[in-house]
C-alpha cells in the first residue's frame, strides 16, 4: 500500500539527548519509566490512551502502574515533549510524541478505531480570517475526520 504525503512517518529519535536535556533543563530526572513512555510512543503508530501504554508497557515486562503512566504523560505534556489529542467521539485522552512534529490532524477509522496522523492542514487560511474579524489570537485548534478504513470498507 502506497501512503500519501499527507501522512507522516513516526520514526522520531526521542531516545537521545533531545528529551534528557528537556527534562534536565525542567529540574526533572531521567527515569527508566520516563524513558519507557518515550519509546514506546516513538515506536507506535498512532497515539495511545495512558491505558493503552500501560498495557503495552505491561506486555514487554517494565514495572510500572496506571498513576504512575498518567504522572508520567502529564510531566512530558507539561515538557512539550508529549501532545495530549482528544478525539470526539472517544471521550479519553490519547498521547503522541511531539518533539520536532508539526500541527497536525488526525483521522480515525469508526470500525476498527485506526488513527492516523495527517500533514495536511487545511485551517491555516480560516484562521487568519477568524483573527482578523474577531481580533483573537488562535492558539491552537482541532480538526478531527472519521470515516472506514482501507480495511474495513
Known amino acids: 500500500m502506497v501512503v500519501s504525503s499527507i501522512f507522516e512517518s513516526r520514526r522520531i529519535a526521542v531516545s537521545g539527548?533531545?528529551?534528557?536535556?528537556?527534562l534536565k533543563a525542567a529540574g526533572r530526572r531521567v527515569t527508566r519509566?520516563?524513558?519507557a513512555v518515550l519509546s514506546l510512543l516513538?515506536?507506535?503508530a498512532q497515539p495511545l490512551s495512558a491505558t493503552e501504554i500501560f498495557d503495552q508497557l505491561q506486555q514487554e515486562k517494565v514495572?510500572?502502574?496506571l498513576v504512575t503512566v498518567y504522572r508520567t504523560v502529564h510531566v512530558l505534556k507539561e515538557l512539550g515533549l508529549v501532545a495530549q489529542i482528544e478525539l470526539h467521539q472517544e471521550g479519553q485522552a490519547r498521547f503522541e510524541l511531539k518533539e520536532g512534529r508539526e500541527h497536525h490532524h488526525h483521522i480515525r477509522c469508526q470500525m476498527c478505531g485506526a488513527i492516523v496522523d495527517l500533514l495536511l492542514c487545511p485551517l491555516k487560511k480560516l484562521t487568519k480570517l477568524i483573527e482578523s474579524q474577531t481580533q483573537y489570537i488562535v492558539d491552537d485548534h482541532t480538526l478531527e475526520f472519521t470515516g472506514l478504513c482501507p480495511k474495513c470498507q
Open 17 to 22: 539527548l533531545g528529551f534528557k536535556k528537556s
Open 33 to 35: 519509566t520516563r524513558q
Open 63 to 65: 514495572s510500572i502502574d
Open 42 to 44: 516513538e515506536r507506535t
